[in-house]
């Protein structure tokens, strides 16, 4: 089968997950990353003229104020003209498919669309269905992936610890429902992080987790223990009810992550999360506030991860 | 009309019959087999020379989307794929709108299949009214409309009370009721197994233990009633097995599979492909190679095709948005046939499947070539060769997982009730 994010010379033609992305194309996409950021302390993003009379339509079929303020933020750095369109459910249930949508968006001259929709595969159809010359960002598509997200991630890890051959991973909460977890696992191991581990109950783990290569945890004292990297991932409030979890009191006794939790990590360790963070829930304030964290950095990376990956795809042959 | 048909490799399952033999039709009937009854005159030949001749398939599962969804179907369009396929006789599951669960809908039902002429279509009732899952429906007067069995079709019956009264009362007048075991609530917003495959794509769920609970749930149940139990489209290893030891216990049970299920597992979905959303979901390959060994021993009895035409627009969505289903009347053959050379399964067993089993199944006298019986027949090529093109199938809907496969074996005349329905 091809591997639909590629075109035919093996460049990047669409960014819809990090499964099957091979590694030297995430490691162009961090190393382009670099070059956006100036080594000053404060991280300036200079504009650059890279996408200068493009169109990248951020289309956001799920609400997300966060990411689709990062991809304009970056998509503006390279010059590109930018229109937002938060669909929500609105155009659906006015009975209009979603290829419809994207049919009637090309027709308005999209070079680039960032897509983020709430069923798995969405960004895939879409991708599918456009025209050879339009590239397409998954922004988080269901519980199947959030390439970008997971490609920060990288940039954050290599940072900060420069090196992925050597590092214990551990990702912790509901990996069930995060495409975020999933898009990261794929990166992790095909950059070669030798250990991968997932920390959740029963309940947020999906069947089978471990053929994704990673080591299974239920609990956070030996799931913690000598790691490099604590990835926490968001926990909705909606978990409470259908019987996945008893209460978020309960949830944040057992792997919330506090200091002393922390504790039993590599004295060296950063502690990353997607955002936004709910506090109590499954970080402690002191820890998401702490020397170790490294939450509003990833931030700034992913402008910059963000305009690597737009500057990689406007690149790509036809 | 009289028909001759000669040079044919006659293939009759129910009366183990594979042989070069003409056959002879007289008045809707077959007349003689071998040499030709006295004073036969042909007013039509066909050479079937290389041509294999059988009894025209039995399908136990076929929707044709009358009533209520004309926009996905329509009776015309799918009793023609049914012919192309070879198909002249096919059972039709409730789930119409509105359900199969009053006479006049099903007398009207056959009555428009009848002036069609094209296929015999034998509806299977409503078990409960609407398919609700409270109130039994009247069982006896829908037989006597002309539906063969009861079932559920896709919507399960949770209220086991219900179920176990709705066997009673099915068991009392011999009636057949047909399930398809899974558990709504295990089941519940899920659109593939529960597997790897479904894991990695962030798809919602549904577990093998959903067929299975139910499954055990309809077991039990038919051996405190009685009733003969028809298990529709089992579809993974653990239930065949808890199949074969309901049977090997003698309990009276049967059971049937999806031929998309004979030949595809999760790993077909590939990039969410939405043509793979089915009902019940593509399982692992540990699973298809169970229900292989199913039909091998004789736990699974019949292979149907589950055609299910979709209209486009709802395929054109994410996969899980997407509506479950696929078209199947004109790929049943060409892919029993595919699974028996797979296999080494004989023709004369493998044809089986889908002409004398079924047709017991369905408690109809379709689907050999006896002297005496309907002239009902599929004839076809074994050796040509054609690729899977949406566009040339019959059917109104589009959507197949096997698009682009290349399928061995093509029907070059169906003949329903003496006649030529359909040739090419």
Known sequence: MNNPQLNSHGELQHLLTTEGLPARIMRDILDKAATFLDNTENKEIKKVPLLQGKSVFNVFFENSTRTRTTFEIAAKKLSADVVNLNIGQSSTSKGETLLDTVDNLCAMHADMFVVRHSTSGA?????????????????????????????????????????????????????????????????????????????????????????????VYHDMQQGLKDVDVVMMLRLQNERMQGALLPSAQEYFKYYGLTQERLAVARPDAIVMHPGPMNRGVEIDSSVADGAQAVILPQVTFGIAVRMAVMATLAGSKQ | ??????????????????????????????????????????????????????????????????????????????????????????????????????PGLVEMLKYRARSLNQCRVFPVGALTYGLKGAELTEM?????????????????LTDTRVLMRAMQYAATFGYRVWLRPQDSFLAKNGVAHDGEVASRLGLPPIPVVAETIALNTALELARETGVALHICRISSAAGVAMVRAAKREGLNVTCDVSMNHVHLTEMDIGYFDSNCHLNPPLRSLRDKAALRAGLLDGTIDAICSNHSPVDEDAKQLPFAEAEAGATGLELLLPLV??????????????????????????????????????????????????????????????????NGYEMQGRVRYTLLDGQLVFQQ
């Open chain 1, 123 to 215: 960004a895939h159809l879409i991708a599918q269905h456009v025209a050879p010359e339009i590239h397409v960002i998954n922004a988080g598509d269901g519980r199947h992936a959030h390439p970008t997200q997971a490609l920060l991630d990288m940039y954050t890890i290599r940072h900060y610890k420069k090196e992925f051959h050597n590092l214990r991973v551990a990702i912790v909460g509901d990996v069930l429902h995060s495409r975020v977890a999933r898009s990261q696992i794929h990166a992790l191991t095909t950059l070669g992080v030798p250990e991968v581990r997932v920390v959740a109950p029963k309940t947020l783990l999906p069947s089978h987790v471990e053929k994704l290569g990673v080591q």
């Open chain 2, 1 to 102: 009309m009289n028909i001759h048909i000669k040079n044919g490799r006659v293939i009759d399952p129910r009366n183990k019959l594979d042989a070069q033999q003409d056959i002879y039709i007289v008045e809707r009937r077959i007349a003689a087999l071998g040499q030709a009854p006295q004073g036969f005159v042909a007013e039509q030949v066909i050479d079937a020379r290389g041509l294999i001749v059988m009894p025209g398939l039995v399908d136990l599962a076929a929707r044709l989307r009358e009533p209520g969804y004309e926009y996905k179907a329509t009776l015309e369009s799918e009793m023609s794929a049914a012919v192309a396929g070879g198909v002249t006789s096919l059972a039709c599951p409730p789930d119409t709108d509105p359900p199969l669960d009053e």
């Open chain 2, 140 to 156: 006896i007067e829908l037989t006597e409309a002309g539906c063969k069995a009861f079932s559920q079709a896709d919507t399960p």
């Open chain 2, 337 to 402: 046939l595919k699974w028996a050379e797979q296999e080494r399964v004989p023709l004369l067993d493998a044809l089986g499947r889908i002409t004398s089993h079924p047709a017991q199944l369905l408690g109809v006298k379709m689907g050999h070539l006896t002297v005496g019986a309907h002239a009902d027949l599929c004839v076809f090529d074994p050796q040509a060769v054609w690729k899977v093109a949406p566009a040339a199938l019959k059917s109104q809907g589009k959507n197949t997982p096997f």
